[in-house]
């Protein structure tokens, strides 16, 4: 695996084209400004002014302005945001230049020129990396030595000095120029990456992916392992999702496909340490704090409040994989802030859809799956049984006599008893099978990882225990069961299992009926 670069590093290299712009304005601010005072302070003393050097000066500036625009514009139609830092830092350099050769022009004052070179670092501070303004500031110590030299102000020990101190006023002007551009850089350039990340998660609609993808998309965007970790009052952990041991090398994409970032965030719920897990598991005071809706920000991680689900706070928790360095070390409570704020919209969205799905596959009624979600996790569980090669039942109960209970006793009484029904049947299931309603008071039941034996053995518990619990109405039950063979769709096994159940109903009822297995072409 690569080695990651320091976050501060790894944006301190790189800039927009907007700040290439803006850097480009500054730069011909201060060249426009340097022209008219030179030139203003020359005509009127009766100074000569060269005007061949006038005149190579502004070609430079022109020629060096139309080759920089000419790039981005190129650049931007190939579809790069990005431009690279040369086009600028030849720009600027030939900015230094065109100012020397102006003032050495019109015989200028250093208290007017001084000024106008110091511009040149400072607009670069806003456009270019590390690397680059270190040239700038080579280079303008060089146009200031030059320009000195030109205009033989000193001479011998006098000329030395002046070009020190000047070169020292420019490196001071440049590192502070550098320290606040480079920090309003990073933080523009975190808040567009975290953003990156919430618009790349807007399509996701499933619960479990959008999280494991957050997740490790957080891991990408800052040096973090990140975990979020659903809560009670106490600040005990009900839930927790986690990438840790799943992290992406720097580079690589968090997944090729929402399968493959399923299987990521399902296969990472088991990655945190042991004394993690104590700590948590007896409600540690910085999760409760946080789930109280206070952000701690301590020096090896963060614990961020991000929003509740339905039964209590979600808390982010971000553990540094290395020291803070940059805008993250200088402004931490704001960098967490926008960390919060994204990871909370993405969150916010991510359980309101799963609400959503969950009421649109909820039976109102019962509280029970209807059939949509039984379509859905029944293509699922086939395609497990495929692959692991495990046995899969499907069973279709129904009720007899119901409708003669429920046009005897009336609708609310139907009800009831169908309400009882559910909360029998799903008492003894476990909690990898499924039992949903499937319309009027038909019932069923998905068994996965579950023989025949097995299945009909459950199926006759259940009958018993309903007949119990119903004793008295006159309703009975009656049930159809079919074993997958390991090929069929899931429309035939669910045709096979109903048409069991109809051979029950016909065989006198409340009974259980086992389908024939399908019977395989020569």
């Known amino acids: 695996m690569a080695r990651r670069r320091s976050w501060s590093v790894q944006y301190a290299s790189q800039f927009s084209s907007e700040q290439a712009r803006l850097g480009t304005q500054l730069a011909a601010l201060a060249l ?3 022209a008219v005072v030179d030139l203003t302070m020359a005509i009127p003393h009766g100074v000569r002014v060269d005007w061949t050097l006038v005149a190579i ?9 139309v080759y920089t625009a000419v790039l981005v514009v190129q650049l931007q139609r190939k579809g790069v945001v990005e431009p690279p830092s040369w086009p600028i830092l030849v720009f600027s350099l030939a900015c230094l230049a ?6 050495v022009a019109g015989d200028g004052a250093r208290e007017l020129y001084l000024p106008i070179f110091v511009t040149v670092p400072v607009f670069c501070a806003v456009s270019l990396n590390v690397a680059g303004r270190r040239v700038i500031v080579l280079a303008t110590v060089v146009a200031v030595a030059s320009t000195e030299w030109a205009l033989r102000v000193h001479h011998g020990a006098a000329y030395v000095l002046a070009v020190v101190v000047y070169a020292w006023v420019v490196v001071v002007v440049d590192a502070i120029a550098g320290l606040v551009f480079g920090v309003l850089r990073a933080r523009n350039e975190a808040r567009g990456a975290l953003q990156r990340l919430v618009d790349e998660l807007a399509p996701v609609e499933d619960l479990e992916e959008g999280i494991g993808r957050c997740l490790g998309g957080l891991g990408q965007v800052l040096p973090v392992d990140a975990q979020l970790l659903a809560v009670d009052a106490d600040g005990r952990v009900r839930r927790r999702w986690s990438l840790a041991d799943a992290q992406p090398a720097s580079g690589e994409p968090l997944a090729a496909s929402p399968e493959a970032a399923t299987e990521i965030s399902s296969r990472a719920l088991s990655s945190w340490t042991a004394d993690l897990a104590d700590q948590l598991a007896g409600g540690d005071p910085v999760v409760r704090r946080a789930a109280s809706g206070a952000p701690v920000l301590e020096p090896s991680r963060w614990v961020l409040p991000v929003g ?3 039964a209590g706070p979600l808390v982010l928790v971000l553990e540094h994989r290395e020291p803070l360095a940059g805008f993250a070390r200088q402004f931490p409570r704001e960098l967490a802030g926008a960390v919060g704020d994204a990871v909370l919209g993405v969150l916010t969205r991510l359980f309101h859809l799963e609400q959503l ?3 649109s596959e909820t039976d109102p009624l019962t509280g029970l799956a209807n059939r949509r979600r039984l ?8 395609a497990v049984a495929a692959r692991s090669g495990s046995p899969l039942c499907l069973a279709m109960v129904d009720l007899d006599a119901f409708k003669a209970f429920n046009d005897s006793r009336g609708h609310l009484e139907g009800d009831h008893l169908l309400r009882l029904v559910a909360a029998v049947l799903a008492s003894r299931v476990r909690s990898t099978d499924l039992v949903c309603r499937y319309g009027g008071d038909e019932f069923c039941l998905l068994l996965p990882a579950t023989d025949q034996a097995g299945a009909q053995e459950l199926l006759e518990d259940l009958r018993a225990l309903v007949a119990g619990a119903v004793a008295g109405s006159g309703v009975t039950v009656s049930a159809g069961l079919a074993s997958w063979d390991g090929q069929e769709s899931a429309e035939d096994l669910l045709d096979r299992a109903d048409h069991a159940l109809y051979q029950a109903k016909q065989r006198g009822r409340n009974g259980l009926v086992v389908a024939s297995p399908v019977l395989c072409e020569p």
């Open 32 to 34: 426009s400004t340097a």
């Open 57 to 65: 000066a502004g070609a430079l500036v022109a020629g060096a302005m």
């Open 98 to 103: 065109s100012t020397g050769l102006a003032n």
């Open 308 to 310: 509740f689900d339905d």
């Open 357 to 359: 799905r969950r009421a």
């Open 375 to 382: 379509h859905r996790e029944l293509a699922q569980a086939l």
